[in-house]
């Protein structure tokens, strides 16, 4: 892959390739991050796990610990007026590079009104840090175009093989200019188990509203809750890195259900609790099983 990716021009015909949703057998399956929190030695068990959907207790089929390795793209806000610089957008992306596991991969896409390839899939830090030289600060953030292309052109096509899949994202989560709608974008990210992440950057926007979509902040927030992810902030991107590599492959697994009770033509609230002693975090919701315009 090379050239550009133009956000304008990816449409959602990658979600026809892949879905995390299987057959009746199958279930739906989802990523789960979970941990121990207490002293105890023994091995998180799916009795250990309670899941509702829209509020009806789900039967856990599968719950199992996923050591396989991650591919993650760090997707940076290249945009003009996005306060902080360039040097600092690079240490924070190269932070990536000396925290990843063996077998794990990096992609480097920026965006201003596209999303732009930087560096594909590696694993050699020099690579990446000879890569960064083309980072810039041009134009408006299309943020949510740049998600479609990050989702659609570069982790889909990994998929079903690849199960481990997160985007990085550098930036505020201000979106002034896309195409793609908000709840499309975070509709397919949730349907294809791709977590997303933050280093967040102070809102440039002071709070302004959005017409038809939530303020930057918000959108910072939905993302990452809504997919299992976490916010950092940019001044914590070496302990940021740390977390998340650390978490991705020492702390994933994948559990699976036959939904029960519930539609699967409306919008699906997910929550995961769990035993004493057990930390777990996975996404919040689940989008219809229609495909988006």
């Known amino acids: 892959m090379s050239g550009l990716l133009a956000a304008a021009s990816i449409g959602v015909a990658g979600q026809s390739r892949h879905s995390v949703r299987g057959t009746e057998t ?56 996005l306060p902080t610089d360039v040097e600092k957008m690079k240490a924070a992306t190269m932070e990536f590079a000396y925290e990843i596991f063996e077998g794990d991969q990096i992609f480097v896409l920026a965006y201003d009104e596209k999303a732009e390839i930087i560096q594909e899939w590696t694993d ?17 953030p299309y943020l949510f175009d740049a998600l479609n292309a990050a ?28 195409t793609k709608k908000f709840d499309n974008i975070i509709g397919d990210l949730q349907n ?24 930057a902040p918000a959108v910072v927030t939905q993302l990452t809750e809504g997919t299992g992810g976490k916010a950092f902030t940019i001044d914590e991107a070496s302990a940021a ?23 699967t033509f ?23 099983n229609i495909k988006a315009n």
């Open 26 to 81: 199958d279930g739906t399956v989802i990523s789960v991050t979970a941990w121990r929190t207490d002293d105890k030695k023994d091995p998180i068990k799916v009795e250990n796990l309670f899941l509702y959907e829209n509020g009806v207790e789900q039967r856990i089929k599968n719950f199992s610990y996923d050591p396989s390795p991650a591919r993650i793209v760090i997707l940076a806000d290249n945009s003009q007026t």
């Open 266 to 288: 409306d919008q699906k609230r997910v929550f995961l609790t769990a035993d004493n002693g057990i930390a777990i975090r996975t996404k919040t919701g689940q989008p219809p």
């Open 192 to 215: 294809n188990n791709i977590t997303v992440y933050f280093l967040q950057i102070p809102d440039r926007s002071g709070g302004a509203y959005r017409r038809d979509q939530p303020k």
């Open 241 to 263: 890195a740390k977390f998340i590599c650390d978490e991705l492959r020492r702390n994933r697994y994948l559990l699976s259900y036959q939904p029960l009770n519930t539609s």
């Open 124 to 140: 050699d830090a020099k690579k990446i840090e000879a890569s960064l030289g083309t980072f810039r600060k041009k134009g408006n």
């Open 151 to 178: 989702s659609n052109e570069v982790l889909l096509p990994l998929m079903p093989g690849t199960r481990k899949t997160a985007i990085v994202v550098i930036g505020d989560g201000l979106d002034r200019g896309s």
